[in-house]
Structures are given as C-alpha cells and as structure tokens.
C-alpha cells in the first residue's frame, strides 16, 4: 500500500511485537535482480566535461539497506577532482547563459521524457539505495520528472519589468541574468527529486551545476546526469562529483571564486557551516534545512481524516523527511480516541524488501536504527507509554518497527530532536493557545500541520504557526508549483514554484532614456 493522499489506509488490527517475519527465498531472489540490473547499467567515473576516473582511482561501496551488502562501487573524488568539474562548469556558463530561452526549455523536455521513459530502471535504484518501496520510489520518479517539466516552462516566462520613473525623467529596465556556476549539495532521503528541484531551476535560468549528491546514495544522480547528457545537455553544464570527503570537496569549491552559489538540503548545522564558508565570497545561497514539524489536532476535527493525513505526514519515506510530522499534538478531547486509531494504522503497516508487497522499507542504516531506538527508549525513560509496534523482518538489514508513543514528557527528545524515522509520539493539549505555543517551542520552522473543521480557527491558527509551510487537513505538502522552505533555523530561500527560479537569477537594473510620449 503506497502511503499516498490518494490510497486509502489499511487498519487491520496487528498484536504489538509480533514475531519476526523473514523475506521469503523469492522475494529476495526478485530483490537481488531487480536491484543487480539496475546498478550494472550506471556510468563509471565522476562528470566533469565528460566521465572521468577520480585522480586517486578510488572508488567506495554503496550498500543496500535491505541486505546490509554493498552493491555497487562509485569513483571517490578528491578536492581537485571537484575543481575540475567546476572547470568545466566555468567554462560552459558562457555559452550555455547566452543559449536562447527556447532552446534550453527544449532540453529541459527531452530530458523529462527520457525520464519517465526509463521509470522502472530509475525507481529500482532509489530502492536500492535507499531501501523505499517500487511503488514510493515510482512516485519519486515521476515527481522528479514534473520539477524538469515545470521548470522547462518556467524558462520561457522568466521576465523583468520597464516602468518610467514617477517624474519621466528616464526608464527603469531590469532584466534577470543566471547567478553562474552554482554547487548544489543533495540528501540522501529523495536523491532523485531533490537533484532535479535543484537542477531543473539552475539550468533553465541559465546556470551550470556541479552536483554533489549523498554519499550513502550517488547512484541515482548518475544515472539522471547520463540521461540528461543523452537529452541534449551540453558538456560542462551539468557535472556530478561523488565523494565520501565532501567537507573538503565542497570546501575546495566554495572556496573557489568562480562559484557563484550554493544550494544545499540537510542538517543545521551543516547548512550554518556552510553559510560561514559562503560567506567569504558573498556567494548567493539558498539552505532547506531541519525541521520539527508539529501536527495538530484540535477537537472539532474529523478523525478518519486526522489519521489519514497523520499517516501520511509520519510515515512518508519512513518518517525519514525534513517535512515529516515529528510531534503530535493533540487536544484533550480527542486525544485518547485519536492515540487508538493512529495506533491501529501504524501497527497494520508491513515492514519489508521494497521490491516485494510491503508498505515500508528499511531505513537508510544502522546508525538511523539506533538513533531511532536511543530516541524511544530516551522517551519511555521519561514516562512515555508504547500503544503499539508492528514487526520487521529478521536478518541483516537496517531494520526498524513503526512505533507510537503516548504521554511525552516536555523533556522528552523526541519533542527537541528531528527524529527521522517511523516513531509517531503524542502529546495533549488543552486549549488553542497552548497548542500553537507548543507547535512553535523549536528553533525550526519548516513545516507544520493542523487538522480542524472551524474556519475561523484554522485561519487564526495557520496565521499563528512559526513555519515556511502549513498543511491544513492535510499531510502531504510538496508540489512543484509550490514554493518549499522554511524560516528561523530551517533555512533561507525556496525551491519549487515561479520562486524557485528566482534563486538563481541575479537582477540587472538598467537606467534608460525616457521613451518618447
């Protein structure tokens, strides 16, 4: 069952800590060939003006969470390997940035094309790197894909504005120009769609690009920049450089001037990190950072669709998402009825091989399970109560059941930390004001969501919510006609939407005779 808003939700009872499935014989035998084909048809080496070995020849091993095994190898690039791509992105921008509107909407179509053309190839490697279902990482796909198209239109319309001055004495002309080679730094969560929401906006403005995607999953950006060379993109405008360095790559290449910007999608303090860093030459950047999304629910709410919308906003890539619901705040009212049903719905969820009948994957590994089990076991410590558990399966794997938890204390990590996995924890509220204080208690402000059935509280209530994104009855957010960010220490800027291209645009003020009457 794909967690989409579209599907409905299976509650068929499950008893908490159920026995621990095994991945049948077939199935794994399925996984290991859907999974092996895919990863042999990926380019060798690192892009720059063309595939490359990195001048160390290293490679290192991307590992497959379902089995815990390495499955494939990618070149490992040193700072001057990162440098060379921007070599050849520097040397692109000209011709690319002077390439007529037209022409490069043209491109940014092909490559759409090609992209829902080879879905299943693609959709097999984010699960294979990331251990998400087929049916998730189609829909990845295909959401990746849209951010290409959007932007391929975007490109044409891109405009500045002539107006006289209030006294006629001349014009006022501005006029967009492309920012210039930009790095933009990718997570690992949705490596597909968050390369193209950076890319597709850079390209169409004009802009070259070196890509630098997660470590734990390069292969996907691979593939996406094989086909985007086979689309029409010339050499140099779109490079890919991966690493298991990427503090002294991407250091070496924001340290160098002919960068002009940086995007990036991860941790805080990262994102802080890097802001210093850019800061030495003035480089535009754009920084979608952490976030610690409360979801409430107020008691005029229709329940049916809090648990629905609830579900979706927790369970998405398995909770592992900057915009996932991180805590669940819950007036009294509702609050017991409400802990029942979401309990019933996260406990029917089946944990398994992505490429089998399963509801959710694995997580991204080992170090994700234990910070998942460090942040329960942190909240049962302080007083939490476990409604509910489903099983996962036995063996190698970074394996890790769906939980909810009632009751958190103030003091409770869950509620200071992002949590980024399948850990659903409650706590009450009494009245409006105290819940809108308690969604605001964070230092970030990316998303947030509320369900209720009164307008006027709804206004009053998104009005009051500290965040870039408020989901109203609803726990599915992103859209590619949508400006996505965040505000406080989520970030600055904003991706998707006519405002996304905006971010790689610098703005030309031309003063000019006054037009003749």
């Known amino acids: 069952m794909p967690l989409t808003s579209s599907s409905p939700l299976s509650t068929v009872p499950v008893p908490s800590n159920p026995p621990e499935p095994t991945p049948a014989s077939a199935d794994l035998a399925r996984h290991r060939e859907l999974t092996q084909t895919a990863a042999a048809s990926l380019p060798s080496g690192f892009l720059s003006a063309e595939w490359t070995a990195p001048r160390s020849g290293r490679t290192f091993d991307v590992a497959d969470p379902a089995l815990g095994r390495p499955v494939a190898a990618v070149a490992d690039c040193e700072p001057a390997d990162g440098l060379l791509a921007l070599t050849a992105a520097s040397e692109a921008f000209p011709a690319w940035a002077a390439t007529p509107t037209r022409r490069r909407a043209d491109i940014l179509h092909r490559l759409y094309q090609a992209m829902l053309a080879d879905e299943d190839r693609l959709a097999a490697l984010i699960t294979l790197e990331v251990g998400k279902t087929l049916s998730e990482s189609r829909g990845e796909v295909r959401y990746a894909a849209e951010y290409i198209r959007w932007y391929a239109e975007e490109a044409v319309r891109s405009s500045g504005r002539s107006t006289p001055t209030p006294d006629g004495g001349w014009h006022i002309v501005t006029v967009p120009r492309p920012v210039g080679p930009c790095l933009l730094i990718t997570p690992w969560n949705v490596p597909l769609a968050m390369a193209t929401r950076k890319v597709a906006p850079a390209l169409a403005a ?5 890509l630098k995607p997660a470590e734990l999953t390069p292969l996907t950006s691979l593939a996406f920049a094989r086909l985007a060379e086979d689309a029409g993109v010339p050499a140099g405008v779109l490079t890919v450089v991966t690493t298991t360095d990427p503090g002294a790559v991407c250091g070496a290449l924001i340290a160098d001037p002919r960068l002009r910007k940086v995007s990036f999608t991860g941790s805080t303090p990262v994102g802080k990190l890097l802001l210093r860093q850019a800061g030495a030459n003035v480089l535009r950047t754009s920084m979608e950072l952490g976030g610690n999304a409360p979801f409430l629910v107020f008691d005029d709410a229709d329940l049916d669709l809090a648990v629905r919308e609830a579900v979706i906003a927790k369970m998405r890539l398995g ?17 017991d009825e409400f802990a029942a049903r979401l309990t019933e719905a ?3 969820i089946r944990v398994g091989l992505g490429t089998s009948d399963v509801d959710l994957g694995p997580l991204i590994d080992d170090r994700a399970v234990a910070k998942a089990d460090r942040l329960v ?3 049962v410590s302080k007083g939490a109560t476990v409604l509910g558990r489903c099983g996962v399966p036995g063996g190698p794997g970074s394996w890790f059941a769906p939980v909810v938890l009632d009751h958190l204390s103030a003091d409770a990590l869950l509620q200071q930390e992002e949590v980024f996995a ?8 009494r009245t409006e004001d105290e819940g809108v204080a308690l969604a605001n208690d964070t230092p970030f402000g990316l998303a947030a969501y509320l369900v209720a059935r009164d307008s006027d509280r709804i206004a009053r209530v998104a009005g009051r919510l500290d965040s870039g994104m408020v989901g109203i009855n609803r726990g599915l957010l992103s859209h590619v006609a949508a400006p996505f960010g965040g505000i406080k220490e989520s970030g600055l800027g904003r991706e998707g939407g006519a405002e996304g291209l905006t971010e790689y645009q610098n703005l030309k ?4 005779p006054a037009l003749a009457s």
């Open 377 to 379: 076991d942190d909240a």
């Open 346 to 348: 996260l406990t029917a």
């Open 206 to 210: 004009g802009c070259t690009v070196v």
């Open 509 to 512: 003020y031309l003063a000019a």
């Open 422 to 429: 399948p850990v659903a924890g409650i706590r009450r509220f």
């Open 319 to 335: 909770g592992q998402s900057c915009v996932a619901a991180n805590r669940f705040l819950v007036q009294e009212p509702v609050a």
